[in-house]
């Protein structure tokens, strides 16, 4: 990955690099996004002793491991300034607490050791943060790659992008649909359930959760009641069970359920929710169908149209101040809403052909007075349009 494919992220890193003052820097995402990649390019490129390291071993790290990295680090920089780099923190038994006790020691003594913190599992990194870190850093969120990180890096058309989704590091084998396959099932899907979420979460039922990521994927785009999951899951969990299982997979960039828009927040958080991918390409694996034949299924390709737009509003609201929601009211529905302290937006899917006015959007627009109506696909605003152009510019 070229630092041009994440150049903001990048360029405000390098920025903070320069300046005088000591910082922490929290870079959370899921897997396969490049955090990694664009931290290590980053301290390639700068004129500062750096130790970088990493807790993503099959046995989780302790404290002591990690005071043994502070130190080492401390001993590279000596008087001068340094930096270290310690990937997939949240693994690390304790890490907030060890982390906040050596950041105030080096405060106390005046040393000037820049640290940069990596983690993919959102939810936990932020509940240490709060609990112990509070004031003492800043976060970037690196989302999944986008349609033009995609196209520029790998020439990929639009089509290639909602059908294998964003991921740099499976972008060398859709040539061959099996290798891809194997890819993302194992490499991707498996190694984020079993290392971000079983090995480091209380789950009660990890034979549910897996089920339940693999209904959101096939369901993706479409409004399922939690009776109704619990009873394709064949389990009899419960639908609180469900709900802390989808926020779970929503922390680890996986899958989300979408609530429905009701203009009072205190009436959003009931409603049966629209299962959404993250990423198109674990709708596709989930799927097991190949390019040409979903393709050619006009209602699995609409699925994937809509989710791909979708996930590209999931990752703007990781990265910018808005909300996403779907609404419906009897037979009328509109695919997404986008909310922020100031706009309200709905967005209408169609991947094929269309003549009129969706019922649901009318419905809407009288009932909530929209800022903007916005039809993606057919006779709207081209597919590759939307997906070109950052989401707070349609704002």
């Known amino acids: 990955m070229k630092p041009d494919y994440r150049r903001p992220m990048y360029t405000a890193l390098r920025r903070r690099m320069k300046e005088p003052r ?40 302790g404290r002591e ?29 304790g890490w ?41 850093f800043e976060t970037i969120h690196l989302p999944h790659w986008s349609y033009p990180e995609i196209h520029d890096a790998f020439g ?64 993706s785009g479409q409004i399922l009641s939690y009776t109704k999951m619990l009873g394709q899951l064949q389990d009899a969990g419960n639908t609180t069970t469900l709900a802390h299982y989808l926020d779970l997979l929503h922390s680890a960039g996986m899958v989300s359920g ?43 390709w609409g ?3 809509e989710s791909a737009i979708g996930a590209h509003l999931l990752s703007a609201s990781a990265t910018t101040n808005c909300d996403i929601f779907y609404w419906r009211d009897g037979r009328a529905e509109v695919d997404f809403i986008v909310t922020t302290p100031r706009r309200l937006i709905a967005i209408e899917v169609k991947s094929s052909r269309y003549s009129g006015t969706s ?9 909530f007075r929209p800022d903007r109506l916005l039809l993606v696909g057919a006779e709207g605003v081209p597919v590759e349009d939307f997906l070109r152009m950052p989401f707070d510019e349609w704002m």
């Open 22 to 61: 000591r910082f922490m820097q929290v870079i959370t995402g899921p897997r396969q996004v490049g955090k990694t990649t664009l931290v290590r390019q980053l301290t390639e490129d700068i004129d500062l002793p750096v130790h970088f390291v990493s807790a993503d071993e099959p046995l989780l790290r």
């Open 65 to 93: 491991w990690l005071a043994q990295q502070w130190q080492t680090a401390r001993l590279r920089a000596g008087n001068a300034p340094a930096v270290l780099v310690i990937d997939e923190v949240q693994k690390v038994q």
């Open 96 to 136: 907030a607490e060890t982390v906040k006790r050596f950041w105030d020691e080096d405060t106390h003594a005046g040393r000037d050791l820049k640290v940069i913190l990596l983690g993919s599992a959102p939810l936990l990194l932020q509940q240490g943060l709060s609990e112990s870190l509070a004031g003492r």
């Open 156 to 219: 990929w058309s639009v089509d290639d992008f909602i059908y294998h989704g964003g991921y740099p590091g499976a972008a060398v084998l859709i040539g061959d649909f099996d290798r891809w396959l194997r890819y993302i099932r194992d490499s991707l899907i498996e190694t984020t359930i079993s290392r971000d979420v079983l090995l480091l979460t209380r789950v009660d039922k990890p034979a549910l959760l897996r089920r339940l990521f693999d209904l959101a994927c096939r369901y």
């Open 258 to 300: 979408l609530q429905k828009y009701a203009g009072e927040t205190v009436r959003r958080r009931g409603s049966s929710p629209k299962l959404l991918v993250h990423n198109t390409a674990l709708l596709s694996a989930q799927a097991g169908l190949s390019f040409e034949d979903a393709r050619a299924d006009h209602a699995h």
């Open 303 to 305: 699925r994937l149209v």
């Open 359 to 367: 019922s649901g959007m009318e419905r809407f627009a009288k009932d």
